[in-house]
């Protein structure tokens, strides 16, 4: 295996490269602003996007991201910064609405194979919370796995894991300790050489204390000395880690702040969805109308009545942020031809003037 290939570079991103004759493969390892660092076969150099690709560019999605592989004009860093010309197909994204725009998103980072979906076993326990996050694994493309951190300090983990299993349909489930070591064995038989992870979840649930787990075992035990009780240690400003036995881990301000705004419904709650091919109408909203499956199911038992309550809230948040978006649209291009009108309004006057000269 080569330098490339243990943090990703697969046979099809190979196949990808081969195409740019003159270039060199490389992924992105951490991003500020338009500045890029990429990790090339010989090591961690600088990046930009060069003119005509930023050119090209309309779409903010389609700019590199953390995670992403892209071609690059140099394979060092002696000649200075590199420029990065062209950007190789995603397997995976994340990604959530860049600032400031109506529809535009932004990617948090790109081609993660598994997503940690870390929850703690104490108040954090909320597996309403652990929907959402599952919605937007799923429309990821990633993996999701869920992870349950701090298990030593949960009294009933029998009764959570069957909490979590009845809305975490065929997902791993993990319970995991950084105080006994529990699980850790099984997170990583997850991670290896050529793949990719990330961990999202609330602040506070243990995202930096796992990660720094994985990443190094000293690095866990300079945490136990520590004062401050942050639990912080990450001197690094590099947001793909690479992992000594193989593999990256990716952790981006991005990938922590994510909230709900794409999600693929249908991946979560194929229950419901399962249930509702049955009702009646095929419009059915599940409320008062005859012959509702989904409320069928929810009278005889097989469906918790939470569950169609959080489908219904996510429903109503998705609709909700196409509603902005669709706004947001709208105000600009009034903005565009009212300022338009005024525009040509100038330029009326202005001819006028110029005949009557
Ligand atoms: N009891 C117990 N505490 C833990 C465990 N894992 C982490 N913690 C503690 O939980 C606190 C928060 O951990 P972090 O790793 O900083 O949490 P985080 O998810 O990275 O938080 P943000 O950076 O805010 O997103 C720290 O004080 C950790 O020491 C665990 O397995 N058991
Ligand atoms: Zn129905």
């Not at 995976?92 to 870390?118: L, W």
């Not at 796995?145 to 298990?151: C, E, F, G, Q």
């Not at 602040?203 to 004062?227: A, C, D, P, W």
Request: charged fraction near 25%; hydrophobic fraction near 35%; proline fraction near 2%.
């Amino acid at each position: 295996m080569n330098n490339l290939e243990k943090i990703g570079f697969t046979e099809s991103l190979k196949q990808e490269a081969l195409q740019y004759e003159h270039l060199f493969a490389a992924r992105i390892s951490s991003q500020h602003k338009d500045l890029y660092k990429v990790i090339s076969e010989h090591g961690e150099l600088q990046a930009k996007v060069s003119g005509k690709m930023s050119f090209h560019t309309l779409d903010t999605a389609d700019y590199p991201a953390v995670g992403d592989w892209v071609m690059i004009d140099r394979n060092s860093g002696e000649h200075g910064t590199a420029i990065i010309h062209h950007l190789l197909t995603r397997k995976s994204k994340f990604e959530r609405k860049a600032a400031g725009t109506a529809n535009n998103r932004q990617i948090v980072a790109a081609n993660i194979d598994t997503v940690f979906i870390c929850m703690a076993l104490n108040n954090d326990f909320n597996l309403r919370r652990l929907e959402r996050y599952l919605a937007i694994a799923w429309d990821s493309s990633a993996i999701p796995v869920v992870v349950l951190t701090k298990a030593d300090l949960c009294e009933d983990l029998e009764r959570r894991l069957a909490e979590v299993s009845a809305v975490a349909f065929g997902v791993d489930v993990i319970p995991v300790s950084l105080l006994t070591d529990e699980g850790i064995t099984e997170i990583k038989s997850l991670i290896g050489e050529g793949k990719t992870a990330a961990c999202i979840g609330s602040s506070g649930v243990g995202k930096s204390t796992l990660i720094n787990r994985i990443i190094s075992q000293e690095l866990l035990q300079t945490s136990g000395i520590r004062s401050d009780g942050k639990g912080r240690h990450t001197t690094t400003h590099r947001q793909l880690l690479e992992i000594p036995e193989g593999g990256v881990i990716i952790d981006t301000p991005g990938m922590r702040e994510l909230q709900i705004e794409s999600a693929d419904l249908s991946s979560s709650f194929t229950d419901i969805e399962e249930y509702a091919e049955n009702c009646r109408f095929s419009d059915c909203k599940h409320e008062s109308e005859p012959r509702c499956a989904v409320k069928e199911a929810i009278a005889n038992g097989q469906l918790a009545p939470e569950r169609l309550q959080s489908y219904r809230k996510l429903q109503r948040e998705l609709a909700y942020q196409d509603l902005k978006a669709e706004q947001r649209e709208k105000e600009k291009i009034n903005n565009m031809f009212g300022s338009m009108s005024a525009l040509k309004q100038i330029s009326r006057e202005n001819k006028r003037k110029n005949v009557r000269r």
